[in-house]
Each structure stands twice: as C-alpha cells, then as structure tokens.
C-alpha cells in the first residue's frame, strides 16, 4: 500500500514546503498590488515606487545585518543585483505606472500571467530548456485568457479612479510582465553561482539584494524626470507621510519587496522559475475581491472569464513543465 508522500499526486505536491512557499508568494502579492495602487494613485507611479522601494530596502537591510549577516556571497552578488535591476528597477516602475492607468486587478493578471512565457522564453534562449508542445498550448491558453481579460464587455474602467492612457497602461504592464520573467530566470542563475561557490543565502538575504538594486533604478527614474521632464510631470508627487498615504505605503512595502519577495526567492532556490512563476499567477484570482473593496473593481463577466483560463493556462503549465 502506498503512503501519500509516495503518490505522484500533483495536489499533494502544492502541500509540500517549497510549493508552500510559492502559494504564499501568491497571496502577499495579491495584498501588495491592492496597496501599491492606492500608492501610485495618491503619489504617481515613479515617486510612490521610490518610496516603497526605499522603506523595503531600510526594512531588508536592518533583517539581513541582525539575523543574517554573512549571507551576502561576493560571486552571487552580481547577478542578483541584475535580477533586482531588472525585476525591482525596469519591472516594477512598469509596473506602479500600469497600476495608475489600468488598477490592480487588470495589471497582476497581464503581469503574472505573462511573466512565466517571458521566462520559459529567457530559459530556452539562455539556458537551452525545451519547450514542448504541451507548453505552447499552455501559451496560447493563457494569451487568448489575456486577450479576452483586455476586453470587458461593460464601460467600467471610465467609472473607476484612473489616470492616464488605459493604452500605454497595457504597454506598461507588459514590460511589467517581462521584468518580472526576465529577474526571475536570472535570480535563479544567481542562486546556482551561489551554490557553485559553496555559499549560503536564504530568501530575505535574496531579496535584499534585489530590492537594492531595483531602489537605484528607481531613484535614477526620479532624477531623470526631475532634470528633464515638466513639473507637469510630478504634479501628484505628494509627501509620503501623509496619513492618507502612509498606511498603504507601508503596506505595499511589507506585502511586496519584504515578504512576498523573500518567500518568492524561498520557492525559486527549489523550483524552476517557469513552475514558480506559474503557481504565482493565481494572484490575479487571489486579488478580485481585495480589488473589488479597495477600489470598487467589478470586474465583467468576459473578464472573469478571460482571468480564469489564463489561470487555468497557467496551473497546467504548473503541472506539465
């Protein structure tokens, strides 16, 4: 008689810590995105993230030299500064200008839904990992999920509090998507120099360091628009302690960067990052109600429907890669 850690059961797998680690990535994810849209909303997408990132960052850093000192390896540290350049930096000022224009719900579903195809795509143009018929059916399930997502069959968004072009939000939320891909596949390469080396890390040590690197970014964003962008461009820059603000700031810092990024780099020292990436693109399933409370988000009945086979794509994508 088999004993059920011996059942090749996929279910029973989601139990096993590491995936564990993945599902909760989903939902302080979820709970970040909702916090992080007041954030770009009352601050403007660039000055808000810069914030976030900022108190992450001082978060982070107090963790890692109490509790972890020494885990930062000299050989590692490169290429999780580029994972963080890219997913933190590029990423994530993609992402706080895609949450102005577009809200939450719609932003994690483009994000993290096509984050595992920019994945797969760096793994099988770097690392040389194939891609198989049953993963390209999962691609074209969750493209055509998006696209029907992207097309809701009510006037909504005009009623909803928005700012900016509802076009360049889906471009932003793209690149969004590819930051987050593109980091995570290079996160990963990061943790096998680390093993290579003999080092020790652990996901808050991880994220730490990509958090940092996503912060430079950030503040060069500032700079950049400060120095040639109209003051027209920072009109909604407002201060971060403002007790409207403050709380969602804290939030959106402690959901995403802190806690959500260290158990994602928890789940990505075991996982592959297409499998991880995967698991977390249930968040935009996760999230529908916190959008619907924070931001009065209802989303259409195609909308539901697009979400959930792109969904659906990607937790078959969870059990065939």
Not at 147 to 164: D, F, H, I, S
Not at 218 to 242: T, Y
């Amino acid at each position: 008689m088999s004993l059920p850690w011996q059942l090749p059961n996929p279910f029973w797998n989601l139990c096993r810590p590491i995936m564990l680690a993945a599902a909760l990535t989903a939902f302080f994810f979820a709970c970040s995105a909702v916090t992080g849209q007041r954030v770009a909303l009352r601050l403007g997408g660039v000055w808000g993230n810069l914030w976030r990132l900022t108190l992450a960052t001082l978060v982070l850093g107090l963790v890692v030299a109490i509790f972890l000192p020494g885990t930062i390896e000299t050989s590692a540290l490169p290429w999780y500064f580029l994972s963080g350049l890219i997913g933190f930096g590029i990423g994530d000022v993609a992402l706080f200008l895609a949450y102005e224009r577009l809200g939450s719900r719609l932003t994690i579903l483009l994000n993290l839904c096509l984050a595992p195809l920019f994945a797969m795509a760096q793994e099988w143009l770097w690392l040389g990992h194939s891609v198989t018929a049953r993963v390209g059916f999962c691609a074209l399930l969750i493209l055509g999920g998006v696209v029907l997502a992207l097309r809701p069959g009510t006037n909504q968004r005009q009623k909803l509090e928005r700012r900016g072009s509802f076009g360049w939000g889906i471009v932003a939320a793209l690149v969004a998507g590819w930051g987050q891909g593109t980091g995570a596949v290079i996160s990963r390469k990061a943790e096998a120099v680390l093993v290579a080396a003999g080092g020790t890390s652990s996901g808050i040590s991880a994220a730490f360091q990509r958090v940092t690197a996503g912060l430079v970014f950030a503040l060069l964003s500032v700079l950049v628009i400060r120095c040639f962008f109209p003051a027209s461009a920072r009109a909604n820059w407002r201060s971060p302690l403002d007790r409207k603000v403050a709380p969602w700031l804290v939030g959106a810092a402690l959901f995403g960067p802190v806690i959500g990024v260290s158990c994602f780099q928890w789940a990505l020292q075991s996982l592959e990052s297409g499998i991880v990436l995967a698991v977390i693109a249930t968040t935009p399933i996760i999230m529908m109600p916190l959008a619907f409370l924070t931001e009065g988000d209802r989303p259409s009945r195609l909308a539901l429907l697009g979400a959930a086979i792109a969904v659906c794509g990607v937790a078959l994508l969870n059990l065939w890669a």
